[in-house]
């Protein structure tokens, strides 16, 4: 197997998990990592960097995989881009929608690989319930309900998630993102903002938000809503998909913490004709699971891109766009804005 050589900026909790990832698939040799924290980088048989910038001079790596705070995403990506080195990095494709626009430009113009970490896309239940819209089984998507929920935490108002400067925006940034590219997925389409409504309910001294509920409708005309929160005093994922002739349920969500609860993905068809005899109460059919392969998934599809030429399906630069064109719909119409200098 080809090893690309590869660096990883930002070594918190994204970075650890995207090395191991890359270290079990086996394709990847880390050969340098930066972190402005010293002490992130401990441990590791690899150079280490507290600047980027020096990083990827020095290293010139073939590939450089980004899991920094959201600020610093799109000079080190379009820095890496310029040099013709392929790039991996996390959501949110930094801070703005102009800050997305910039990566996909760069992107086009240098024709490199990029691709941005959706991962819950390659959730198994998301990978279920897409196949199993796509194969027509329960109709045509007419709505999506999502609720993705945060517990918050006693040092929630201190994270660098929730100063603006740093993050870009509260908890639709950093989490609602990803309920908002499953819809657009799941769909197979684009949307525009119906109305939103984005607020600090609780959390009042916060500087970003606790809580964005979002109506969106796609180009087809199919209703999405969103409530994106740090409210819910728990951790959960639900999202409820209504198709003309069924419907499909993902509730949980299986992370390291095992805090989203089980992942399962429940669907049933129409039945008003009752041939079960259970009008109100069709025959369910829920699937359970217990391993995430979301990360792992990631990195076969990023590797293969890079080594095979294959093409990239997930977390391309142009979906990157238009998700965040959608969270600044939703910020502008709930007359949220964030100053990012
Ligand atoms: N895909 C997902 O589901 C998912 C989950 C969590 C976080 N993320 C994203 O991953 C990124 C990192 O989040 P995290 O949870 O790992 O945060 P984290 O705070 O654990 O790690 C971020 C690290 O980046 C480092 N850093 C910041 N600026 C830097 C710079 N200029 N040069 C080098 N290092 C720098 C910090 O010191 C820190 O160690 C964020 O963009 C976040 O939105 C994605």
Redesign the pocket.
């Known amino acids: 197997m080809k090893k690309i050589r590869t660096v990883i900026?930002?070594?918190?909790?994204?970075?650890?998990?995207r090395y191991e990832a890359m270290m079990r698939h086996g394709g990847f040799e880390i050969v340098a990592v930066?972190?402005?924290?010293e002490k992130?980088l401990a441990g590791y048989d690899a150079k280490k960097?507290?600047?980027?910038k020096s990083c990827i001079e020095e290293v010139k790596p073939e590939v450089v995989i980004?899991?920094?705070?959201?600020?610093?995403?799109p000079d080190?990506v379009c820095y890496a881009l310029e040099k013709k080195i392929v790039v991996f990095?996390?959501?949110?494709p930094g801070r703005t929608l102009q800050d997305a626009e910039r990566m996909r430009d760069v992107q086009k113009q240098t024709g490199t690989v990029l691709k941005f970490?959706?991962?819950?896309r390659m959730h198994n239940s998301v990978i279920e319930a897409k196949a199993l819209i796509d194969s027509g089984l329960l109709g045509d998507v007419v709505c999506i309900r999502g609720v993705y929920g945060k517990a918050g935490n006693p040092n929630f108002i201190k994270?660098?998630?929730n100063n603006p400067e740093?993050?870009g925006g509260g908890i639709l940034?950093?989490?609602g993102i990803?309920m908002l590219d499953l819809m657009c997925y799941l769909t197979d389409s684009d949307a525009h903002v119906l109305g939103s409504k984005v607020d600090n309910l609780v959390w009042k001294d916060l500087q970003t938000e606790d809580s964005a509920f979002a109506m969106l409708e796609t180009d087809k005309g199919q209703l999405l809503s969103l409530h994106s929160n740090a409210i819910q005093w728990r951790h959960k994922f639900d999202m409820d998909i209504i198709c003309t002739s069924g419907y499909v349920a993902l509730n949980g969500l299986l992370t390291s913490t095992r805090s989203y609860g089980v992942e399962s993905i429940t669907y049933y068809k129409k039945d008003l004709e009752t041939r079960t005899g259970r009008l109100g109460k069709p025959r369910e059919y829920t699937m359970c699971f217990d391993e995430d392969c979301?990360w792992a998934l990631e990195m076969a599809e990023f590797y293969d891109a890079v080594v095979k030429g294959k093409e990239i399906k997930n977390g391309l630069p142009e979906e990157a766009v238009r998700v965040m064109r959608l969270i600044d719909a939703v910020y502008r119409d709930g007359e949220r804005r964030y100053e990012c200098n």
């Open positions: 900026i930002g070594m918190g909790r994204m970075g650890v998990t930066c972190d402005t924290n992130l960097y507290l600047e980027w980004v899991c920094t705070f959201n600020r610093v995403i080190i990095s996390e959501k949110p970490g959706f991962n819950h994270e660098w998630r740093l993050s940034l950093d989490q990803h979301s």
